[in-house]
Nanobody
């Protein structure tokens, strides 16, 4: 069945960079929009970024200009390149499928009530 496996997390200093990968299997990857979602210690889930089937991208304001989401359909993999990392980016990062999306202000956002989630990978930004 659906399997999403995140990798590439770790410890990085503020201002540094890190790239996460999410290997997908068990479904028609190319036919799904995908998102990255994170959860900081003691906080709720925060949507980070979405990439659609047509490679259209959307970002949360908190990461816009610093993070880049991409996908390689041949490898069924979603990536999240994170640059200029901040301490507040420290969180467990999950990738998720987006079978349902909502349209707001001219673009699509995931309805995170639906979809499958990976196990998550820890990203810690600390000096």
């Amino acid at each position: 069945e659906v399997q999403l496996v995140e990798s590439g997390g770790g410890l990085v200093q503020p201002g540094g960079s890190l790239t996460l990968s999410c290997a997908a299997s068990g479904f028609a990857f190319q036919g799904y929009a995908m998102s990255w979602v994170r959860q900081a210690p003691g906080k709720g889930l925060e949507w980070v970024s979405r990439i659609g089937m047509m490679d259209d991208t959307t970002y949360a304001d908190s990461v816009k200009g610093r993070f880049t989401i991409s996908r390689d359909n041949a490898k069924s993999t979603v990536y999240l390149q994170m640059n200029e990392l901040k301490v507040e980016d420290t969180a467990k990062y999950y990738c998720a499928t987006n079978p349902i999306d909502r349209w707001y202000s001219g673009t699509w956002y995931p309805d995170l009530q639906y979809g499958s989630w990976g196990r998550g990978i820890q990203v810690t930004v600390s000096s």
